[in-house]
């Protein structure tokens, strides 16, 4: 049976929190064997994601009566706590690094001038590895907020046919950045900034579309689950020498969008839906802090003498413990305060992240 699509969308919620714990495996890969050797291309399901409920929650209301500005803020609020919370502990990192002479990745310069820029989820614009050098996995978050402003100012006001226009030319610049540097694990440095952009763009415009094309939903089938078993296999497989980048390609110009249109179509069961709510709650927190808990729990685990696969298994499950409390206590609360400040009453959950 067929049913318009409900408020929230359980099958999105347990993509994105499936997605989230894949990229934060690829991450944790630097402290030992990562299942997930290619999670960085989950990033693209992020923004297709956000795309798709973007588009759901707020062209009507930005039709009508929601100005840009007010979509503006309330997509800070939802996005700016965890990103903040995530710049502390990116700032508690680096200050260790540097006190214990642990392989420092910033002197007290840039690390200063990089947080000044990243406080306002600004890149740091030192020619240094990462635009967000403290927190490295914020680069998405910045494209996200970036996009959302787009839509919010052009994207919502287009027909189907000009979104369709911007995603293809998007999609050819996603093609001609992953030939050039042999990957799309770009977008997060200066060099690969354009890649970004080009990702961000392309995988929100072609959840706008899903969302647009697909008006109906087939609730409680378990079809629903395929994408997160695809999700799956897509971050682990491992790629074959010299398919890479054409792989890379794939995932995010085809495979990406399916997962997204699989999920915007079918509903996963009742019963499974407080599961998926809490992967949902948690996606964002953990995207937002996992990265430079790496560095943190790496230490303070080998000072106890687990390395390798112990180290993985224990972080992982820390962080992930840790990401429900971070949104019931720190994320909620604030976020509902910042409304009341700014007298804006709710702000759609982030369908990013990264």
Known sequence: MSHPPTRRLYAFDAMRGVAAI????????????????????????????????????????????????????????????????????????????????????????????SFLFNLFMLPSPLNIAEIFPLNGSQWSMFFELMVNILYATILFRLPTRSIVSIAFLAGVGIVATALQFGTLNIGWAWPTFSGGIFRSIYAFSAGVLINRLIRTRRIGTHIAFIPMILIVVMCCTPFRQGLGQTLDIVYALLLCPTLVACGRAFEIPSRFHRLAAFLGDISYPLYGIHFPLIFICTYLLRKIGLTGTENLLVFSVLVTAASPFVEKYYDAPLRLRLSKMTKIRESAPPRILS
């Open 22 to 113: 894949l990229v934060m495996l690829y991450h944790a890969g630097r402290v030992g064997p990562s299942p997930s050797a290619h999670g960085y291309v989950a990033v693209d399901l992020f923004f297709a994601l956000s795309g798709a409920v973007i588009d759901q929650s707020y062209r009507h209301r930005l039709e009508t009566t929601l100005s840009t500005r007010e979509f503006v803020e309330k997509r800070i609020i939802r996005l700016y706590p965890i990103f903040l919370i995530g710049l502390v502990l990116g700032i508690i990192k680096s200050v260790g690094n540097l006190w214990l002479q642990n392989q420092p990745d910033l002197t007290v310069e840039s690390m200063t001038i």
